[in-house]
Nanobody, 120 residues
Framework: QVQLVESGGGLVQPGGSLRLSCAASGSIFSINAMGWYRQAPGKERELVAAITRGGSTDYADSVKGRFTIFRDNAKNTVYLQMNSLKPEDTAVYYC??????????????WGKGTLVTVSS
């Protein structure tokens, strides 16, 4: 079993910045993809950013140029640097990882979520 612990959420004014962290621990085989999703009130959960073990990234159009995803493989940790935050970025942000076991394939894990509120 793998556990994910997220941190860094909170209240910030429009135009401000936050950095989210997600650390994986437990029975890890080999972490491949890591990513951040978010869910705003009344909306479905959506992909914000994802990163492969080799460093390839993908971003939602709404956050391109403002958010940056990066990872520290030695620490099994993924980060989301959020700059120029807008009120519409307000959501619960969830960390997701894929742990790969050669015999059973990929296993997906979710964090419990951290709330980001952008408001003046």
């Amino acid at each position: 079993q793998v556990q994910l612990v997220e941190s860094g959420g909170g209240l910030v004014q429009p135009g401000g910045s936050l950095r989210l962290s997600c650390a994986a621990s437990g029975s890890i085989f080999s972490i491949n993809a890591m990513g951040w999703y978010r869910q705003a009130p009344g909306k479905e959960r959506e992909l914000v950013a994802a990163i492969t073990r080799g460093g390839s990234t993908d971003y939602a159009d709404s956050v391109k140029g403002r958010f940056t995803i990066f990872r520290d493989n030695a620490k099994n940790t993924v980060y989301l640097q959020m700059n120029s935050l807008k009120p519409e970025d307000t959501a619960v942000y969830y960390c997701r990882i894929t742990d790969y076991n050669h015999y059973v394939g990929g296993m997906h894990y979710w964090g419990k979520g951290t709330l980001v509120t952008v408001s003046s």
